[in-house]
């Protein structure tokens, strides 16, 4: 669900404390992109990066030079096995790169929540329904602290790989009982709640707690496997695109990544078939494995005599339903991406 923003709230306060004091200026509107976009301004994209621009103004921070730094293209983030397809500065504002760039910053977090883009790995602080899973977190993160060597450097490579593994080892006595896959992808305080899920939900739970811990955590994607994508899929064109198994990394200041990974029970190895994704990546990921989900749960229904069966056809009603807004979701964050190789 979508909690309430509590930046709305401070909008709100400060028109009331507006009120009161006419004389001061309005703010001066925020300039237009320096550079073009690769998408309309009342696209969703372009309505979220409009606001990412008004925070980014009333911060006084340089629009254009952070635009020349969004504009970077997507080589290490290709979502392929093989050669990445490198597309480079091309003096252009993609959708992909304003997504990287929202979903890698937590300051845009509510903003991305207020546009109805999916945050499955980050819990909304105003929504009542995931306090209970914040307290959790944090509670781990606070017993994983207790006994850490004195001789650590708050935010060297020693301490965070100490502590991300007392995290880790935290988190997986209360994961290892869970159930088998959620029967639909869900949202990681969701999918704790429900004490269900696979790599996807699990990788979540862990991210957010490393994320709460700030020892910079990423995501890492395995592109061993191919989702059975339907039929369905190929409407947001992006056919061909492998997500594979999802694990949490702790980058080093050596180059190398340290995998954390709650589905396979591995931490600190070393995975050669592993690289490392954006954010937004692991976002699109959780809306392709709802449709998958979505998919199956409508094959099952079908499958069944309806005859006289109202509930049953109510059900299959409202799962195509969810699925026709998951795929509008799924197209608004793809329909730009860069050709991915096919994995033949």
């Given at each position: 669900?979508?909690?309430?923003?509590?930046?709305?709230?401070?909008?709100?306060?400060?028109?009331?404390?507006?009120?009161?004091?006419?004389?001061?200026?309005?703010?001066?509107?925020?300039?237009?992109?320096?550079?073009?976009?690769?998408?309309?301004?009342?696209?969703?994209?372009?309505?979220?990066?409009?606001?990412?621009?008004?925070?980014?103004?009333?911060?006084?921070?340089?629009?254009?030079?952070?635009?020349?730094?969004?504009?970077?293209?997507?080589?290490?983030?290709?979502?392929?096995?093989?050669?990445?397809?490198?597309?480079?500065?091309?003096?252009?504002?993609?959708?992909?790169?304003?997504?990287?760039?929202?979903?890698?910053?937590?300051?845009?977090?509510?903003?991305?929540?207020?546009?109805?883009?999916?945050?499955?790995?980050?819990?909304?602080?105003?929504?009542?329904?995931?306090?209970g899973y914040r307290a959790d977190l944090d509670r781990i993160i606070?017993?994983?602290?207790?006994?850490?060597?004195?001789?650590?450097?708050?935010?060297?490579?020693?301490?965070?790989?100490?502590?991300?593994?007392?995290?880790?080892?935290?988190?997986?006595?209360?994961?290892?009982?869970?159930?088998?896959?959620?029967?639909?992808?869900?949202?990681?305080?969701?999918?704790?709640?429900?004490?269900?899920?696979?790599?996807?939900?699990?990788?979540?739970?862990?991210?957010?707690?490393?994320?709460?811990?700030?020892?910079?955590?990423?995501?890492?994607?395995?592109?061993?496997?191919?989702?059975?994508?339907?039929?369905?899929?190929?409407?947001?064109?992006?056919?061909?695109?492998?997500?594979?198994?999802?694990?949490?990394?702790?980058?080093?200041?050596?180059?190398?990544?340290?995998?954390?990974?709650?589905?396979?029970?591995?931490?600190?190895?070393?995975?050669?078939?592993?690289?490392?994704?954006?954010?937004?990546?692991?976002?699109?990921?959780?809306?392709?494995?709802?449709?998958?989900?979505?998919?199956?749960?409508?094959?099952?229904?079908?499958?069944?005599?309806?005859?006289?069966?109202?509930?049953?056809?109510?059900?299959?009603?409202?799962?195509?339903?969810?699925?026709?807004?998951?795929?509008?979701?799924?197209?608004?964050?793809?329909?730009?991406?860069?050709?991915?190789?096919?994995?033949?």
């Amino acid at each position: 669900m979508w909690g309430f923003s509590p930046y709305l709230s401070e909008i709100g306060a400060s028109l009331v404390f507006m009120a009161g004091c006419s004389t001061l200026p309005p703010p001066n509107p925020p300039p237009s992109s320096s550079l073009p976009t690769d998408f309309s301004p009342d696209s969703p994209v372009g309505e979220l990066w409009s606001d990412i621009q008004t925070e980014l103004h009333r911060e006084n921070k340089d629009l254009s030079g952070i635009e020349a730094s969004i504009d970077r293209g997507y080589d290490e983030y290709a979502l392929v096995i093989a050669t990445p397809n490198i597309v480079n500065k091309s003096g252009i504002l993609e959708p992909q790169e304003v997504l990287r760039f929202a979903y890698s910053d937590q300051r845009f977090y509510s903003t991305i929540r207020r546009h109805h883009f999916p945050l499955p790995f980050a819990s909304d602080e105003s929504d009542s329904l995931s306090k209970g899973y914040r307290a959790d977190l944090d509670r781990i993160i606070v017993q994983a602290k207790e006994g850490m060597p004195s001789n650590l450097a708050i935010g060297s490579d020693s301490y965070r790989l100490e502590l991300g593994q007392r995290i880790y080892l935290g988190l997986r006595k209360i994961t290892d009982t869970f159930k088998d896959n959620c029967p639909l992808e869900l949202d990681a305080w969701a999918a704790y709640d429900k004490k269900c899920g696979a790599c996807s939900e699990k990788s979540s739970i862990l991210y957010e707690a490393y994320e709460r811990a700030k020892i910079g955590p990423v995501f890492l994607a395995q592109h061993q496997f191919r989702l059975p994508i339907s039929q369905t899929v190929d409407l947001v064109e992006s056919p061909d695109i492998a997500l594979g198994h999802i694990m949490v990394g702790l980058p080093l200041a050596s180059g190398k990544t340290t995998i954390a990974d709650l589905a396979l029970h591995r931490f600190g190895v070393e995975e050669p078939l592993a690289s490392k994704v954006d954010p937004s990546f692991a976002a699109m990921g959780h809306l392709m494995n709802r449709v998958v989900d979505l998919d199956k749960s409508m094959a099952k229904l079908n499958s069944a005599p309806k005859s006289g069966n109202g509930d049953a056809l109510s059900r299959l009603a409202k799962i195509r339903s969810e699925q026709d807004q998951t795929l509008v979701l799924l197209k608004n964050m793809t329909h730009s991406c860069p050709n991915v190789e096919k994995l033949g």
